[in-house]
Antibody
Framework: EVQLVESGGGSVQPGGSLRLSCAAY????????MTWVRQAPGKGLEWVAN????????YYVDSVKGRFTISRDNTKDSLYLQMNALRVEDTAVYYC????????????WGQGTLVTVSS | QSVLTQPPSVSAAPGQKVTISCSGS????????VSWYQQIPGTVPKLLIY???KRSSGIPDRFSGSKSGTSATLGITGLQTGDEADYYC???????????FGGGTKLTVL
């Protein structure tokens, strides 16, 4: 079964750091672009970052540039999001997703991991 | 303010048809394929439509998608109470070099 499982969420104070992980199962991980999407409580979806198959091409939403780093380890079928200098407004459920189709055709999505930034 | 514009809410009676619009620009919808997602409250978003008009695996033909110029539309026929959800459009933006979603549309089946 094609599946993505996130981990690493939790509570952190403003200015702190967290590293999210996403383990992939049931497909050839290295064949696909991968994406992080977040959803603040009661809000809509926000695209955060994506990374190409080999890991060299990466793109970020402006609000996280310079603070977040997306990476992947194709030998471990895993995707990561290193989040530094966290802000209250980064509080959200973070989903990883496979770029199955062009034009942001993301499928499947992981179950999500909650990141709470609060003092 | 989202790059892609969707109506905040739509509603219709069971069995009826509804359409949800997604308006963008030449740098996103005008250039790239559009996808649509359904998110039932408390659940993970699910891909409904990709490539503007192609249904994802397991999605019934009551759901359809189309694109014209810088706008896209999701159509749902034979509305069921189980269709009550938030619906999002998404695509790539070549000016932002980022993925973009619409703000979401809440569908109420009266």
């Amino acid at each position: 079964e094609v599946q993505l499982v996130e981990s690493g969420g939790g509570s952190v104070q403003p200015g702190g750091s967290l590293r999210l992980s996403c383990a992939a199962y049931g497909f050839t991980f290295g064949d696909y672009w991968m994406t992080w999407v977040r959803q603040a409580p009661g809000k809509g979806l926000e695209w955060v970052a994506n990374i190409k198959q080999e890991g060299f091409d990466k793109y970020y939403v402006d609000s996280v540039k310079g603070r977040f780093t997306i990476s992947r380890d194709n030998t471990k079928d895993s995707l990561y999001l290193q989040m530094n200098a966290l802000r209250v407004e980064d509080t959200a459920v973070y989903y990883c997703a496979r770029n199955r189709w062009a034009g942001l055709g993301l499928d499947p999505w992981g179950q999500g991991t909650l990141v709470t930034v609060s003092s | 303010q989202s790059v892609l514009t969707q109506p905040p809410s739509v509603s219709a009676a069971p069995g009826q048809k509804v359409t949800i619009s997604c308006s963008g620009s030449i740098s996103n919808i005008g250039k790239y394929d559009v996808s649509w997602y359904q998110q039932i409250p408390g659940t993970v978003p699910k891909l409904l439509i990709y490539g503007n008009d192609k249904r994802s695996s397991g999605i019934p033909d009551r759901f359809s998608g189309s694109k014209s110029g810088t706008s896209a539309t999701l159509g749902i026929t034979g509305l069921q109470t189980g269709d009550e959800a938030d619906y999002y459009c998404g695509t790539w933006d070549t000016s932002l070099l980022a993925g973009v979603f619409g703000g979401g549309t809440k569908l109420t089946v009266l």
